[in-house]
């Protein structure tokens, strides 16, 4: 599928494929600006980038019954992935992308790489579907195994699937997602933006991650977010619950109110872990409860 993406020469070099990914998403960036100059709409974006976006869906369901090839030329969709009672990471590529699929899937992996918990394979799946209906298994089967041999011990391989798809399994799903993209027939290319899609065990879009260079902290908190407590210790919930995800930074931010309402919550725990055992302490040892009053006698009745 995404086969001829990296060159021979450097397909065991993953900090040089890097930089030639970048130089790629670059060169492949400055030449659709250069070529579409001319027809820019009315907002300024050059044609070639009309129509294309992401219009987040969150908590909306994947379709888990359309049907897809896998590496191995096999029938099968989402719903067997979500079977298995993990998350998934959906990322849309093609193979013939001038650049920005290349970066993407570079950065997963390096990410995948500094991240050493959750586990792929174990903990969470992974699944990229080609949006070119024209691509074949073969392509994806020499995909799967490149990328296979970049991943660290730490993941399981075949965790990571690599589908085709037919015209119309691709626009129901990509639909579904909110992924926009056109086709290019000058270029002979696809405009498409570039986000990792998360989706919980029961086929909910929990986040969208906008990176290329995919820092492992942001991965881990997705996953553990899209995990929805079946995944990640129990110090990793109470993290996800102290953050939250800016998309403008493409990463977790603290959120001040939920830190503050941490700290109330501290505090108060703290306070009666201190009185309660002085209470409890002080009840047990007070002398008996002495009688309310005192009956007065009169000197003249002693006579």
């Known amino acids: 599928m995404f086969s001829h993406l990296a060159t021979n020469e450097i397909s065991g070099k993953p900090a040089l494929r890097a930089r030639v990914s970048v130089c790629m998403l670059i060169s492949s960036l400055a030449s659709i600006c250069r070529a579409d100059a001319v ?4 907002s300024g974006l050059p044609k070639a980038m009309q129509g294309v976006g992401i219009e987040q869906r969150l908590g909306d369901l994947i379709p888990e019954h359309l049907v897809f090839k896998n590496a191995e030329g096999e029938s099968t969709s989402i719903g067997r992935l979500l079977k298995q009672g993990k998350p998934v990471l959906l990322s849309l590529n093609y193979s013939n992308c001038p650049g920005l ?3 993407q899937l570079n950065g997963l992996v390096q990410g995948l790489n500094q991240m050493p918990s959750p586990s792929l394979g174990k903990d969470f799946l992974m699944v990229s579907i080609s949006i070119d209906p024209s691509e074949t298994s073969e392509k994806a089967l020499g995909t799967q195994r490149k990328y296979s041999q970049d991943l660290f011990e730490q993941h399981d391989a075949k965790g990571w699937e690599f589908w085709v798809g037919t015209a119309e399994s691709i626009r129901q799903l990509t639909q579904a997602v909110g992924f926009q993209y056109t ?6 290319q696809y405009n498409h933006p570039s986000a990792a899609i998360f989706i919980s065990p029961n086929g909910k879009i929990t986040r969208y991650v906008f990176e290329i260079g995919f820092m492992p902290k942001t991965l881990k908190m997705a996953f553990v977010e899209a995990g929805e407590g079946r995944i990640g210790t129990p110090l990793d ?3 996800l619950w102290c953050v ?3 998309p403008d930074e493409n990463k977790y931010t603290a959120s ?3 830190l503050m309402s941490l700290g109330a919550g501290v505090f108060v725990v703290a306070v ?6 002085y209470w409890i302490f002080y009840s047990n040892t ?5 009688p309310d009053s005192i009956t007065q006698v009169d000197p003249r009745d002693q006579s």
């Open 39 to 42: 027809e820019s709409s009315d």
């Open 101 to 103: 699929c290349v970066s």
């Open 183 to 188: 086709y290019d027939a000058k270029h002979k």
């Open 237 to 239: 919930m109470i993290a």
């Open 244 to 246: 939250h995800y800016d």
């Open 256 to 258: 001040a109110r939920r």
């Open 272 to 277: 009666l872990l201190i009185t309660v055992p």
């Open 286 to 290: 007070k002398s008996p409860t002495q």
